[in-house]
């Protein structure tokens, strides 16, 4: 029984996140409910939608621009999809807040359920979306390594990272609004920043310097390397990843508590 | 102040101050120029002034007020909506609160689905909802309805199925702000009912009306408050007729 906790003030954010489980639960039945509601194909457009996009991408890069990756297609859809997730999540969580204005003005919750609830709605989009994955290892004969096991952790990575930036992205948007047009900018920019449909080898050492400084490379080389290589990595990726993950997370945290107290002015 | 184990809410000299940006900033560009020519001028505006009050387990308070005295402002604190620029509030217990009418509702999601969100949103999974279902519904009148988005409901309808959840989830306080003032008449009735019901079961009552012949009925305390300050305070015969004859005064 929720025993109006917000006066607790020492009460943490994994007992908020324990107390409010069936929320996020909601939050992301709804979430999905409407974004499927009107469409005929449903849950199918998650796994056709990056297919098509990963058919348009390789017909671009290997007639057109020549490219020589080893598995192309798998390589590409990889790179997708995980981009998407961030791209997708951190862009529904940044207006979580305010499309839930109806909500916390009539009722007290805790304010971060929402970016992060965001996230997970995306996330099991992107699990839908997976199968479109698989669709190309079956198609391409892709071999099958052991490491496929593994790919939950650069998953797991990338999820905290996206609810890191969410909550910044969220609390920051309540004061403005213009935050809105500009992340779509953002999120193309990083993108090309993004080694997706090109290699970081093909770079100068400068190039791919700069590229090691984003996380997203480092999720999306961990996760390639796991399917597609199946060779375990060593042990700099792998702190790359949880590092950059947990860090982003905890200032994603402490900025949104900042943030979060006068967000009922200004909704 | 009376800090026994018995109160359910202590209010305590809670102001809300709010800041009527004269325009409000939400571009980034403009904000940081106003900032740095320090051109962001405020009126700064109290919604409440000093109010205190505590309440008993059990008890009934009703709040009273012309329109823009700050009866919502002083429920949404107490509710954690908001918090107040000074002052505490120390509520004992879990709330169900209907502000403004509205429960929280997602438009765009029908009834049934708005009844595991907005129980999820007070703290309850599916399968508590699910034992209640049946008769919130049934309370509400809604079973024909029950599919339709709520974005399509009359504002009664919409009102009746807050209060059905409201009160089927039998929090230690039930707020409840303006809700008799659109259900028709038999729907009023049964919410008075329900409300008696709850209280002489242990229910604590925050009640907003407009009519203050109904607060004096239902409530065995009031509070009147005029621009923010509390005018009167204390038993509801006694503040209900003064404000009735205030009322005939100004009009
Ligand atoms: N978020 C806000 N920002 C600025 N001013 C606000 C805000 N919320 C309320 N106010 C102001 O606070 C005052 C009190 O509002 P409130 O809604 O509490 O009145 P009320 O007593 O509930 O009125 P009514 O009887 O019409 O429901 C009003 O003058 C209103 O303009
Ligand atoms: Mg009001």
Not at chain 1, 30 to 35: G, I, N, Q, T, W
Not at chain 1, 40 to 48: A, C, H, K, R
Not at chain 1, 57 to 69: P, R
Not at chain 2, 6 to 22: R, V
Request: aromatic share 12%; glycine share 6%.
């Amino acid at each position: 029984m929720a025993k109006s906790s917000f006066r607790i003030e020492g009460k943490t954010a994994l007992g908020h996140f324990l107390t409010y489980r069936p929320l996020i639960h909601e939050l992301v039945t709804r979430d999905l409910k409407v974004k499927y509601r009107r469409s005929f194909l449903g849950y199918v457009w998650s796994v056709l939608n990056p297919l098509l996009m990963m058919c348009l991408q390789a017909w671009v890069f290997t007639v057109i621009f020549k490219s020589n990756i080893e598995n192309y297609p798998l390589y590409l859809i990889i790179g997708n999809t995980l981009y998407t997730f961030f791209s997708e999540s951190t862009t529904i969580s940044m207006n979580s807040i305010i499309s839930n204005a109806g909500l916390i003005k009539k009722v007290y919750i805790p304010k971060f359920i929402l970016p992060i609830s965001s996230v997970v709605s995306s996330l099991v989009t992107t699990l839908f979306s997976f199968a479109a994955i698989v669709i190309v290892m079956i198609i391409t004969r892709a071999p099958v390594h052991w490491t496929i096991l593994l790919v939950w952790f650069p998953l797991l990575s990338m999820f905290l990272f996206n609810c890191g930036v969410g909550m910044i992205l969220s609390g920051l948007t309540v004061y403005f609004r213009d935050m809105q047009h500009l992340y779509g900018v953002v999120t193309l920019a990083l993108m090309y920043a993004t080694p997706i449909f090109y290699s970081i080898d093909a770079m100068t050492p400068e190039v791919q310097f700069m590229i090691r400084l984003n996380p997203i490379y480092h999720y999306i080389n961990l996760f390639r390397c796991l399917i597609m290589i199946g060779g375990v990595p060593g042990p700099n990726t792998w702190f790359a990843c949880i590092a950059s993950a947990t860090v982003t997370m905890i200032i994603g945290l402490m900025v949104f508590r900042k943030l979060q107290k006068n967000f009922l002015l200004h909704i | 102040m009376d800090t026994t184990e018995n109160t359910a809410i202590i209010a305590d000299h809670i102001s809300m101050k709010f800041n009527l940006a004269q325009e409000r900033t939400e571009a980034l560009k403009e904000y940081v120029i106003k900032k740095i020519k320090r051109q962001l001028h405020y009126t700064e505006f109290y919604a409440l002034r000093d109010v205190s009050f505590s309440l008993k387990k059990g008890g009934s308070l009703g709040i009273i007020g012309r329109n823009g005295s700050g009866k919502s402002t002083l429920l949404k604190c107490i509710a954690g909506v908001m918090f107040p620029t000074k002052g505490t509030v120390t509520v004992t217990g879990s709330i169900a609160p209907l502000i403004e009418l509205g429960a929280g509702f997602d438009p765009e999601l029908t009834a049934k689905e708005n009844v595991y969100l907005n129980g999820a949103v007070l703290g309850h999974d599916r399968a508590f909802m699910n034992e209640r279902f049946d008769e919130i519904i049934d309370f509400a009148e809604l079973w024909e309805f029950v599919d339709v988005p709520v974005k399509n409901y009359s504002s009664g309808m919409y009102a009746r199925l807050g209060f059905a959840i409201a009160t089927e989830i039998k929090a230690d306080v039930l707020i409840c702000d303006e809700i008799l003032s659109v259900g028709d008449m038999a729907f009023q009735q049964k919410c008075r009912k329900r409300m008696e019901e709850l209280l002489s079961g242990g229910t604590t009552l925050l009640y907003v009306g407009q009519d203050p012949q109904t607060v004096e009925e239902m409530c065995a305390e009031a509070l009147w408050l005029d621009h923010g300050r509390v005018r009167e305070y204390g038993d509801s015969y006694k503040v209900c007729g003064a404000y009735m004859d205030y009322l005939d005064e100004i009009s």
